[in-house]
Protein backbone atom coordinates (compact mmCIF):
# COMPACT_ATOMS: atom_id res chain seq x y z
CA UNK A 1 0.00 0.00 0.00
CA UNK A 2 1.60 3.43 -0.91
CA UNK A 3 0.45 7.01 -0.21
CA UNK A 4 -2.02 8.29 2.25
CA UNK A 5 -4.86 5.59 2.99
CA UNK A 6 -8.50 6.10 1.53
CA UNK A 7 -10.89 8.06 4.03
CA UNK A 8 -12.65 5.52 6.38
CA UNK A 9 -14.86 6.01 9.59
CA UNK A 10 -12.53 5.02 12.37
CA UNK A 11 -9.24 5.74 10.67
CA UNK A 12 -8.48 9.61 11.85
CA UNK A 13 -6.33 9.33 15.32
CA UNK A 14 -6.93 12.79 16.74
CA UNK A 15 -4.60 14.27 19.65
CA UNK A 16 -4.40 16.62 21.85
CA UNK A 17 -1.90 18.04 23.91
CA UNK A 18 -2.99 19.95 27.31
CA UNK A 19 0.04 21.05 29.07
CA UNK A 20 3.21 22.67 27.81
CA UNK A 21 5.19 21.31 24.50
CA UNK A 22 7.56 18.60 24.86
CA UNK A 23 11.28 19.41 24.86
CA UNK A 24 12.85 18.45 21.91
CA UNK A 25 15.28 15.56 21.48
CA UNK A 26 18.40 14.67 19.68
CA UNK A 27 18.78 11.62 17.25
CA UNK A 28 19.90 8.94 18.71
CA UNK A 29 23.39 7.42 18.00
CA UNK A 30 23.07 4.62 14.94
CA UNK A 31 26.12 2.69 13.12
CA UNK A 32 26.93 3.22 9.89
CA UNK A 33 24.82 0.26 9.18
CA UNK A 34 21.68 2.04 10.33
CA UNK A 35 22.46 5.42 9.23
CA UNK A 36 22.51 3.83 5.60
CA UNK A 37 19.14 2.28 6.45
CA UNK A 38 17.76 5.67 8.08
CA UNK A 39 18.71 7.75 5.44
CA UNK A 40 17.31 5.02 2.48
CA UNK A 41 13.90 4.92 5.15
CA UNK A 42 13.20 8.38 4.56
CA UNK A 43 13.50 8.77 0.91
CA UNK A 44 10.76 5.75 0.67
CA UNK A 45 8.56 6.89 3.06
CA UNK A 46 8.74 10.33 1.04
CA UNK A 47 8.60 8.91 -1.92
CA UNK A 48 5.75 6.94 -0.91
CA UNK A 49 3.47 9.77 0.66
CA UNK A 50 3.67 8.83 4.33
CA UNK A 51 5.64 11.53 5.92
CA UNK A 52 6.37 14.70 4.66
CA UNK A 53 8.44 17.78 5.80
CA UNK A 54 7.46 19.57 9.20
CA UNK A 55 7.22 22.94 10.98
CA UNK A 56 6.02 22.12 14.31
CA UNK A 57 7.56 23.03 17.67
CA UNK A 58 6.93 19.37 18.62
CA UNK A 59 10.09 17.01 18.08
CA UNK A 60 10.16 13.43 18.92
CA UNK A 61 13.63 11.38 18.42
CA UNK A 62 14.08 8.43 16.18
CA UNK A 63 16.04 5.42 16.43
CA UNK A 64 16.86 2.47 14.06
CA UNK A 65 16.00 -1.13 15.57
CA UNK A 66 16.40 -4.97 14.61
CA UNK A 67 12.98 -6.24 13.73
CA UNK A 68 11.88 -9.58 14.03
CA UNK A 69 12.14 -12.09 11.30
CA UNK A 70 9.18 -12.11 9.06
CA UNK A 71 9.91 -15.35 7.34
CA UNK A 72 12.75 -14.61 4.50
CA UNK A 73 15.48 -14.87 6.53
CA UNK A 74 17.01 -11.71 5.68
CA UNK A 75 17.63 -9.09 8.52
CA UNK A 76 15.31 -6.36 8.55
CA UNK A 77 15.80 -2.95 10.70
CA UNK A 78 12.59 0.11 10.88
CA UNK A 79 12.60 3.28 11.97
CA UNK A 80 11.08 3.86 15.23
CA UNK A 81 10.03 7.01 17.08
CA UNK A 82 10.16 7.79 20.61
CA UNK A 83 6.56 9.39 21.96
CA UNK A 84 7.37 8.63 25.19
CA UNK A 85 7.57 12.60 26.02
CA UNK A 86 4.78 13.84 23.79
CA UNK A 87 2.36 10.93 25.00
CA UNK A 88 2.24 11.71 28.78
CA UNK A 89 1.10 15.48 28.08
CA UNK A 90 -1.42 14.06 25.19
CA UNK A 91 -4.82 13.36 25.67
CA UNK A 92 -6.73 10.29 23.58
CA UNK A 93 -10.03 7.94 23.65
CA UNK A 94 -9.82 5.13 25.54
CA UNK A 95 -11.15 1.63 24.91
CA UNK A 96 -10.55 -1.07 27.62
CA UNK A 97 -8.70 -4.46 26.31
CA UNK A 98 -10.33 -7.67 27.47
CA UNK A 99 -8.36 -9.30 30.11
CA UNK A 100 -5.22 -11.60 28.93
CA UNK A 101 -7.09 -14.54 31.30
CA UNK A 102 -10.46 -13.55 29.24
CA UNK A 103 -8.60 -14.21 25.60
CA UNK A 104 -6.94 -17.64 27.31
CA UNK A 105 -9.88 -18.93 28.69
CA UNK A 106 -11.87 -18.45 25.09
CA UNK A 107 -8.47 -19.63 23.56
CA UNK A 108 -8.37 -22.60 25.28
CA UNK A 109 -11.40 -23.64 23.38
CA UNK A 110 -9.95 -24.32 20.59
CA UNK A 111 -7.94 -27.21 18.61
CA UNK A 112 -6.62 -25.36 15.55
CA UNK A 113 -5.62 -21.40 15.88
CA UNK A 114 -4.50 -18.69 14.14
CA UNK A 115 -3.18 -15.29 13.99
CA UNK A 116 -3.46 -12.08 11.37
CA UNK A 117 -0.49 -10.03 11.96
CA UNK A 118 -1.67 -6.08 10.56
CA UNK A 119 1.07 -3.97 9.06
CA UNK A 120 2.05 -0.39 9.92
CA UNK A 121 1.08 3.10 7.85
CA UNK A 122 -2.59 1.71 7.25
CA UNK A 123 -4.67 4.30 9.64
CA UNK A 124 -5.24 8.20 7.65
CA UNK A 125 -3.66 10.65 10.40
CA UNK A 126 -6.30 13.68 11.24
CA UNK A 127 -4.87 16.28 10.03
CA UNK A 128 -5.13 18.53 13.09
CA UNK A 129 -3.04 15.47 14.73
CA UNK A 130 -0.17 15.39 12.29
CA UNK A 131 2.03 18.16 13.36
CA UNK A 132 2.14 16.71 16.91
CA UNK A 133 3.91 13.75 15.36
CA UNK A 134 7.20 15.96 14.29
CA UNK A 135 9.78 13.57 14.73
CA UNK A 136 13.75 14.68 13.92
CA UNK A 137 15.86 12.47 11.88
CA UNK A 138 18.82 13.03 9.71
CA UNK A 139 17.00 14.80 6.63
CA UNK A 140 15.16 17.32 9.02
CA UNK A 141 11.95 17.29 10.29
CA UNK A 142 9.06 15.23 9.27
CA UNK A 143 5.48 14.47 10.72
CA UNK A 144 3.42 11.07 9.53
CA UNK A 145 0.79 11.07 7.01
CA UNK A 146 -0.52 7.93 8.27
CA UNK A 147 -0.84 7.03 11.93
CA UNK A 148 2.36 5.91 13.88
CA UNK A 149 2.30 2.96 16.04
CA UNK A 150 3.65 3.96 19.40
CA UNK A 151 1.45 7.43 19.03
CA UNK A 152 -1.06 7.31 22.36
CA UNK A 153 -4.40 5.70 21.37
CA UNK A 154 -2.99 4.06 18.79
CA UNK A 155 -4.47 0.85 19.69
CA UNK A 156 -7.93 2.20 20.59
CA UNK A 157 -8.31 3.53 16.89
CA UNK A 158 -6.74 0.74 15.49
CA UNK A 159 -9.16 -2.10 17.47
CA UNK A 160 -12.18 0.66 16.94
CA UNK A 161 -11.75 0.12 12.89
CA UNK A 162 -11.17 -3.90 13.31
CA UNK A 163 -14.53 -3.95 15.67
CA UNK A 164 -16.52 -2.06 12.81
CA UNK A 165 -15.87 -4.65 9.92
CA UNK A 166 -15.24 -7.94 12.55
CA UNK A 167 -18.14 -7.74 14.74
CA UNK A 168 -19.91 -10.96 12.86
CA UNK A 169 -16.91 -12.97 14.09
CA UNK A 170 -15.96 -11.52 17.76
CA UNK A 171 -16.23 -13.98 20.12
CA UNK A 172 -17.66 -16.17 17.92
CA UNK A 173 -14.05 -17.30 16.70
CA UNK A 174 -11.97 -14.46 16.29
CA UNK A 175 -10.64 -12.07 19.04
CA UNK A 176 -9.39 -8.76 17.76
CA UNK A 177 -6.11 -7.67 20.03
CA UNK A 178 -3.27 -4.96 20.05
CA UNK A 179 -2.16 -5.32 16.44
CA UNK A 180 -3.39 -8.84 15.80
CA UNK A 181 -7.00 -10.71 15.34
CA UNK A 182 -6.09 -14.21 16.43
CA UNK A 183 -8.86 -17.09 15.30
CA UNK A 184 -9.80 -20.52 16.77
CA UNK A 185 -11.83 -23.39 16.10
CA UNK A 186 -12.21 -27.23 17.29
CA UNK A 187 -12.03 -28.62 13.53
CA UNK A 188 -10.10 -27.65 10.50
CA UNK A 189 -12.70 -26.92 8.27
CA UNK A 190 -14.33 -24.62 10.49
CA UNK A 191 -11.02 -22.65 11.02
CA UNK A 192 -10.10 -22.50 6.99
CA UNK A 193 -13.60 -20.94 6.88
CA UNK A 194 -13.16 -18.56 9.49
CA UNK A 195 -9.32 -17.16 8.59
CA UNK A 196 -10.32 -17.01 5.19
CA UNK A 197 -13.66 -15.18 6.06
CA UNK A 198 -12.13 -12.89 8.96
CA UNK A 199 -8.99 -12.14 6.15
CA UNK A 200 -11.98 -10.93 3.69
CA UNK A 201 -13.50 -8.85 6.43
CA UNK A 202 -10.07 -7.13 7.21
CA UNK A 203 -9.43 -6.29 3.41
CA UNK A 204 -12.39 -3.96 3.63
CA UNK A 205 -11.28 -2.19 6.93
CA UNK A 206 -8.60 0.27 7.59
CA UNK A 207 -5.93 -3.25 8.01
CA UNK A 208 -4.73 -5.44 5.65
CA UNK A 209 -2.96 -8.62 6.86
CA UNK A 210 0.76 -8.59 6.89
CA UNK A 211 1.07 -12.09 5.05
CA UNK A 212 4.95 -13.12 5.97
CA UNK A 213 3.98 -12.71 10.30
CA UNK A 214 0.64 -14.49 9.81
CA UNK A 215 0.65 -17.90 11.06
CA UNK A 216 -2.01 -20.25 10.26
CA UNK A 217 -3.92 -23.89 11.71
CA UNK A 218 -1.03 -24.01 14.40
Do not use: W
Amino acid sequence: MFGIPPKRPHDNHILRVHRKLPAKSAIYRMTPEQLNFHKQEIATLSANGRIRPAYSPLCAPTIVVDERDDGSGRQNMRITVNFQTLNALAIARDSPFPPIQTILEMLGGGEYFSALEAGFHQIRMAKEGRGKTASRFIMGLFESLVMPFGLIGAPVTFQAGVNAYLKPFLRQGAIRYLAGVPTYCQDLASHATLSAASAEYLSQAPVLPKVLQCKFAM
